[in-house]
């Protein structure tokens, strides 16, 4: 079991920054990926941003060139930089991260945090 914990949501104006958190109970080096996901209101979940093992990085669209997914190995955290926010990239933000068991791929899931951009 992998217990994952964001912060760093908040209320921010257009073209503002943020940086998400995701502190991770184990190593973070045993993932096979880590993800950054967020859910609008009446919209499906999507992935913002990727980082897998031996791949690298992946971005939707969107956000590319604004949002930056990194890892931090000595402390377990997985970060997510915002900047040039916009209102649309209002979602709820939730944490993933995945690794290969016994009977294949396992994911976990942190509570999200919410991230408000005001136009």
């Known amino acids: 079991q992998v217990h994952l914990v964001e912060s760093g949501g908040g209320l921010v104006p257009a073209g503002g920054s943020l940086r998400l958190s995701c502190a991770a109970s184990?190593?973070?080096?045993?993932?096979?990926?880590m993800g950054w996901y967020r859910q609008a209101p009446e919209k499906q979940r999507e992935m913002v941003a990727s980082l897998t093992s031996g791949v690298g990085t992946d971005y939707a669209h969107s956000v590319k060139g604004r949002f930056t997914i990194s890892g931090d190995n000595a402390n377990d955290t997985v970060y997510l930089q915002m900047n040039s926010l916009k209102p649309e990239d209002t979602a709820v933000y939730y944490c993933a991260v995945f690794l290969a068991g016994p009977g294949g791929e396992l994911g976990f899931w942190g509570q999200g945090t919410q991230v408000t951009v005001s136009s």
């Open positions: 184990g190593s973070i080096v045993s993932f096979t990926a």
